[in-house]
């Protein structure tokens, strides 16, 4: 089944202790990217990546990392959280090429930073 | 990115035809308008894209008038399942597009 996978789905941590979010595509898509969604905000894009070790800073990559050592993972890093990073997290990625105005978006991993 | 407007919210009833207008009067020539759906907790969902005239899918219509500075999504027959936030984007029809999300319209379907 073509999908999109995020771990974990709920994370509860403390200020400054790292984490890291995994994403996973099968589909062979070449543009992945990040975004969070915060109530009354929508979704803002983080960090996006056209292809393997090629990325770029989406409108608020402040407090973030990402790396794309391979086509199909796309971690979100997050060196020192801090409690207004607490959200809920989306990864989504995209044929890039082609009819690839559909992006496929995981099912979200929401994150609580005490 | 041309700003869209939508409305933030709407009501209905299970049955009805449902249509979400979507305001985009600075629409490049070269932007698509595309729209997607999301459920509470989910990743949003691709619905339909179109660049003029009327679209149709499985799932819904998506009617563009000549001038293209707004669009209409179209939603037949709706049942409870689709209460959602129905977001309009607008952008090149590319998939290195940046996605920029407004608040969307969150439609209610009540029975």
């Known amino acids: 089944e073509a999908q999109v996978t995020q771990n974990p789905r709920y994370l509860i941590t403390v200020t400054g202790k790292k984490l890291t979010v995994t994403c996973s595509q099968n589909?062979?898509?070449?543009?992945m990217s990040w975004y969070r969604q915060d109530p009354g905000l929508g979704l803002r894009q983080i960090y996006y990546?056209?292809?393997?070790?090629?990325?770029d800073k989406g409108d608020v990559p402040e407090g973030y990392k990402v790396s794309r050592k391979e086509k199909r993972n796309f971690p979100l890093i997050l060196e020192s959280p801090s409690p207004n990073q607490t959200s809920l997290y989306f990864c989504?990625?995209?044929?890039?090429?082609?009819?690839?105005?559909?992006?496929?978006f995981g099912p979200g991993t929401r994150l609580t930073v005490t | 990115l041309a700003k869209t407007t939508q409305p933030i919210s709407m009501d209905s009833y299970e049955g009805q035809e449902v249509n979400i207008t979507c305001s985009h009067n600075?629409?490049?020539?070269?932007?698509?308008i595309t729209w997607y759906q999301q459920f509470p907790s989910q990743g949003p969902r691709f619905i339909i894209q179109?660049?003029?005239t009327k679209v149709t899918n499985e799932v819904a219509s998506l009617f563009i008038p000549a001038d293209r500075k707004s669009s209409t999504l179209s939603l037949p027959r709706v049942s409870l399942s689709d209460t959602a936030v129905y977001y309009c984007?607008?952008?090149?029809?590319?998939?290195?597009?940046?996605?920029?999300f407004g608040t969307g319209t969150r439609l209610l379907v009540s029975p």
């Open positions: 989504a990625s995209s044929p890039g090429t082609g009819e690839a105005y559909e992006q496929y």
């Open positions: 589909m062979n898509h070449e543009y």
């Open positions: 990546s056209m292809n393997v070790e090629v990325t």
């Open positions: 600075n629409i490049a020539t070269n932007d698509y």
């Open positions: 179109g660049y003029k």
């Open positions: 984007l607008v952008g090149e029809n590319t998939g290195f597009q940046k996605l920029v």
